[in-house]
């Protein structure tokens, strides 16, 4: 089972970039999915959670209006756009088995799957 995730970089304020998350080894409509981020010296962060049991998506306050989660098949998304370099982190996907409803994801330590992390930095 792996989660790769692809797509980070260097981009201007104001700027857009999409990430990327391609799984193998499981089916991504089953799981719950998710978009975490970390930047230096700060706690993880849920930016996006899409329920498998409804398939709805709920933002974080963070990035609502300017971010945007979607999947095709079984790779994973993550629009972002008019990014802000408060942005700048370690970007993640996961993925956690329970069926689950509402756009409420668990704890970070409690999903199963992650990518290995790609950078996003804002910065002019």
């Known amino acids: 089972v792996q989660l790769q995730a692809s797509g980070g970089g260097l981009v201007q304020p104001g700027g857009s970039l999409r990430l990327s998350c391609a799984a193998s080894?499981?089916?991504?409509?089953?799981?719950?999915i998710a978009w975490f981020r970390q930047a230096p010296g700060k706690e993880r962060e849920e930016i996006s959670c899409?329920?498998?049991?409804?398939?709805r998506t709920v933002y974080a306050d963070s990035v609502k209006g300017r971010f945007t989660h979607s999947r095709v098949k079984n790779t994973m998304y993550l629009q972002m756009n008019s990014l802000k370099p408060e942005d700048t982190a370690v970007y993640y996907c996961?993925?956690?088995?329970?069926?689950?409803?509402?756009?409420?994801?668990?704890?970070?330590?409690?999903?199963?799957?992650w990518g290995q992390g790609t950078l996003v930095t804002v910065s002019s």
């Open positions: 996961a993925g956690e088995g329970a069926t689950l409803y509402g756009g409420t994801c668990p704890s970070h330590d409690k999903f199963d799957y």
């Open positions: 899409t329920t498998s049991g409804d398939g």
């Open positions: 080894g499981l089916t991504l409509d089953y799981y719950t």
